[in-house]
């Protein structure tokens, strides 16, 4: 069965702070995608990345970056320089590689940027 | 673009009855699915369709139907509401491919009371 855990429920910073929100995930399958999602208070989910299984590679764009760690099954989202737009709730999901439509979701971490 | 588009964004039901909740995606997208977010539990899968005709449970399928009929429209069927359907519902549209995500309406409050 397909898992994920973002054990952070909540994180407060001040501005400019940088943070990291863990997401540890679990799949029997050897092939998947790993996600972000970003949900701000207003409430639509906005994509952010999505990683496949066999790229390894970490990414940034901009202030964001990803380290995806299939040793430690983790694929963690670090903020730099955060900024009080940044504030909302975020959701690591894993999908099946071969059923498109299933999506799993971690319980997602609230981040509040203070300024 | 529209994208997927849902329809009530906000519902009061009372306990026992019946409503539908409609998702349209213009995006000709084989696979839809809907999800109810409640808090501290993230995003559940409910019901998922991956064509026109073809539908299977999610997670947590109790008191929900669903049909596809057309490859454009997947409305979810509350069929007695209950207070533990409180929640907010999302349906999301997507597709196959190395580079695929999921595309989700705005999302349907609803509330039983």
């Known amino acids: 069965a397909q898992k994920v855990t973002q054990a952070q429920t909540e994180i407060s910073v001040v501005e400019k702070e940088d943070v990291t929100l863990d997401c540890v995930y679990e799949?029997?399958?050897?092939?998947?995608?790993l996600f972000w999602y970003k949900q701000p208070p207003s409430g639509e989910l906005v994509f952010l990345i999505r990683?496949?299984?066999?790229?390894?590679q970490n990414e940034i764009s901009g202030r964001y970056s990803w380290n995806f760690q299939k040793s430690t099954s983790s694929f963690n989202f670090t903020i730099t320089a955060s900024q009080v737009v940044d504030s909302a709730v975020y959701f690591c999901?894993?999908?099946?590689?071969?059923?498109?439509?299933?999506?799993?979701f971690g319980s997602g971490t609230k981040l509040n940027v203070k300024p | 673009n529209a994208g997927v588009t849902q329809t009530p964004k906000f519902q009061v039901l009372k306990t026992g009855q019946s409503m539908t909740l409609q998702c349209a995606q213009d995006?000709?997208?084989?696979?839809m699915s809907w999800y109810r977010q409640d808090p501290g539990m993230g995003l559940r899968l409910i019901h998922y369709?991956?064509?026109?005709?073809?539908?299977d449970q999610g997670e947590v399928p109790n008191g929900y139907n669903v049909s596809r009929s057309t490859t454009e429209d997947f409305p979810l069927r509350l069929l007695s509401a209950a207070p533990s359907q409180t929640s907010v519902y999302f349906c999301?549209?997507?597709?196959?491919?190395?580079?695929?995500?999921?595309?989700f309406g705005q999302g349907t409050r609803l509330t039983v009371v």
């Open positions: 999301a549209s997507s597709y196959p491919g190395v580079n695929t995500e999921a595309f």
């Open positions: 799949t029997r399958d050897t092939t998947y995608y």
């Open positions: 990683r496949n299984s066999f790229d390894e």
């Open positions: 999901a894993l999908s099946e590689a071969y059923n498109f439509n299933k999506f799993y």
């Open positions: 995006m000709n997208h084989e696979y």
């Open positions: 369709s991956v064509g026109a005709g073809i539908t």
